[in-house]
């Protein structure tokens, strides 16, 4: 058995057929499945199919590109969201610092346009600091709310790992995290394992090019490592360029347990024993 521990089964690209994807994650071996949110009402979403299907269970939490769109005062909703007995953790939550307003904006400067320019680049740089301050506020709240319940920490971050980890480090003796679609370095994941975190890997280990990615999924000890789709985004080879789901990922800890010498059978007893223990599955 395998289990997805990441996937958005609320967006629109499942909206018509999401019965029959969840029949060929069966017929693939997919057993269980972990539906993230990324809103208080994906959250809700999830919650919703966690009670519609009983091998889905749920994680609530604000995406760090959705904490500026929610509102002020999501904290007392998403601490009783977690009280739901299929809630398995806390998140997507953390750190992006690839779409702040300054990454949103063309940011040009023509001669003839200096002072403006100048002067929008001063605003841009004061909203990006606000963003980050922002997302490290929530980022906290969903660390506390975490310790104080029990549950664990699924973790997004792009382009802002020093700060990331900078936070999670004050944290780490009370709730364990992972690092979800991990693609970065051996010496990055390294850390993470150190932490006592575990790091977790998607389609894009199989992309040409991912040498970086495949030699840290080569690595790092298997009791700290977990798969994923991030469905519908990162499908595996042979599926790439398509809509991603549940079933594909099979064909990823399936190269992953080809690079690391093993069975697809043991790697994903193994797998699957680390989800079930991170996620408090019986």
């Not at 889905?56 to 977690?82: C, K, M, T």
Request: with cysteine; charged share 25%; glycine share 6%.
């Amino acid at each position: 058995m395998l289990i997805d521990t990441h996937a958005h089964l609320d967006f629109p690209e499942f909206g018509g057929d999401l019965d029959a994807v969840l029949q060929r994650a069966k017929e693939a071996g997919v057993g269980r499945i972990i539906a993230i949110g990324t809103t208080l009402k994906s959250s809700r979403s999830a919650i919703a199919f966690a009670e519609q299907h009983p091998e889905i269970y749920a994680v609530v939490g604000i995406h760090p590109n959705s904490v500026s769109e929610e509102r002020g005062d999501f904290l007392p909703e998403l601490q009783e969201l977690a009280k739901h007995p299929k809630v398995v953790a806390i998140g997507e939550t953390g750190l992006d610092y690839h779409h702040l307003p300054s990454e949103r904006q063309d940011r040009e400067i023509s001669e003839a346009a200096f002072g403006a320019a100048s002067t929008q680049s001063i605003e841009l740089e004061i909203r990006d600091e606000a963003e980050k301050a922002a997302q490290a506020v929530a980022f906290e709240q969903h660390l506390e709310l975490a310790a104080a319940t029990g549950k664990n920490v699924v973790i997004h971050q792009r382009d802002s790992w020093v700060d990331t980890m900078n936070i999670l480090r004050s944290y780490s003796a009370d709730v364990r995290a992972v690092m979800h679609c991990f693609s970065g370095s051996l010496a990055q994941a390294r850390e993470v394992v150190e932490l006592g975190h575990f790091v977790s890997f998607t389609g894009i280990v199989t992309f040409k090019g991912a040498d970086d990615v495949r030699q840290v999924a080569a690595s790092v000890p298997i009791d700290r490592i977990m798969v994923e789709t991030d469905a519908p985004y990162l499908a595996p080879v042979p599926y790439r360029g398509k809509r991603c789901e549940p079933a594909f990922v099979r064909e990823t800890a399936a190269f992953i347990a080809n690079i690391r010498g093993l069975t697809s059978e043991s790697f994903s007893t193994q797998t699957t024993e680390n989800a079930k223990r991170f996620f408090g599955l019986s």
